[in-house]
């Protein structure tokens, strides 16, 4: 059996949300299709088998289908960290699907939408999310949950996984990340 080796690559600073508690801001900064293309040779020639795409909001790249195909061709396996936004498009889930991709994280922070929009601060984030994720399961994709947990959802872990077991019951996964008290330059966020 060979080892899997994992890796995570942004694709993008850019973020179609404001969570209250990102410590990894946006801002911007221009990836090209090239320099990430040299990044997963070089990755491959480490011995990583299994590269996880983020940024940011990894659907706003716009490499992300052609950055698949060339993770699928050079014998990695691709997997997307998102918010699920974008995915609210069946034409972007289907192009991620037919580019090879299998396996997506869709971070959400509450099943309540009063708490997600105050988590979130973006208009129709919550609802548009779980459209997202109602079009990748219909695709055909393994859905993981991603949760970052917070002073407004940690008493509510159990009603939110058992939400998404009721509501998108192929859904099997579950990661509760542990919130980070800092920005990249060090600051706290208000």
Sequence with gaps: MIERKFANMQVTRECNNECVFCSNPQFKKIYSLEAAKKTVSELKKRG???????????????????????????????????????????????????????????????????????????????EKSLKGIRNLLLRGLDVKINSTINSLNCKELTNFAEFFVRNFPEIKHFVFNFLDPGHADGTLKS
């Design 48 to 126: 990583i088998t299994d590269i996880y795409l983020s940024g940011g909001e990894p659907t706003l790249s716009p490499f992300l289908i052609e950055i698949i195909l060339f993770l699928k061709s050079s014998g990695i396996n691709p997997f997307v960290i998102t918010n699920g936004v974008k995915l609210e498009e069946k034409d972007l889930v289907n192009r991620i699907y037919n580019a090879g991709l299998r396996e997506i994280h869709v971070s959400v922070h509450s099943h309540k939408e009063d708490i997600a929009k105050k988590l979130s601060q973006k208009k129709g984030h919550f």
